[in-house]
């Protein structure tokens, strides 16, 4: 348990040191931030909660906590954490069409035919796409899907393709 949350503060650490680095592009409007809530997995029974810095009008970084408040998901998954890069194609400030790239810290439940299944710590690297809705007064809308691969507990041969979607709302602020 000691080294994710070693993990977990330094990302905290080396997120806020990226997002308080002063892009030399952008002017002060242009560096929005952004809350959402994955209403998916709320219903499913998990809070996956996402901040977003909105770098310039084509790209963001981000990061989504997801921890589980149900017991049917917490038999799967006990949590995640997934730093993101995005690039956006819409007309829109940072909106529209989008591809991401992502890394995922995740404690999920790894499955074995031929043992006990087990509880991993695993680190992934993935990709993704999704659509962003901008409304006047802040609000958005998104979806997204992505795909990735864990890279270290691959002990047994098997290949452990982790997945991420969402159906979020936000609201974007400066």
Do not use: C
Request: aromatic fraction near 16%; glycine fraction near 10%; charge should be negative.
């Amino acid at each position: 348990m000691k080294k994710p949350l070693l993990f977990l503060f330094f990302l905290v650490v080396f997120v806020n040191s990226l997002l308080s680095q002063n892009i030399s592009n952008s002017s002060q409007d242009e560096n929005f931030n952004e809350i959402k809530l994955n209403a998916f997995f709320l219903v499913l029974g998990a809070v996956e909660l996402t901040y977003e810095n909105i770098l310039n009008e084509q790209s963001g970084i981000g990061l989504s906590v997801l921890l589980p408040i149900s017991d049917e998901v917490s038999e799967d998954v006990k949590y995640y954490i997934s730093p993101y890069y995005r690039f956006y194609f819409g007309e829109k400030h940072a909106a529209g069409f989008f591809l991401e790239g992502f890394g995922m810290l995740n404690n999920v439940k790894r499955e074995y035919f031929d043992s006990d299944d087990e509880f991993i710590t695993d680190f992934a690297l993935g990709i993704g796409f999704g659509g962003k809705w901008l409304a006047k007064k802040g609000f958005t809308a998104e979806l997204n899907m992505g795909i990735g691969r864990n890279l270290f507990k691959n002990n047994k041969g098997d290949s452990e393709l982790i997945g991420r979607a969402g159906i979020s709302f936000g609201y974007r602020f400066l």
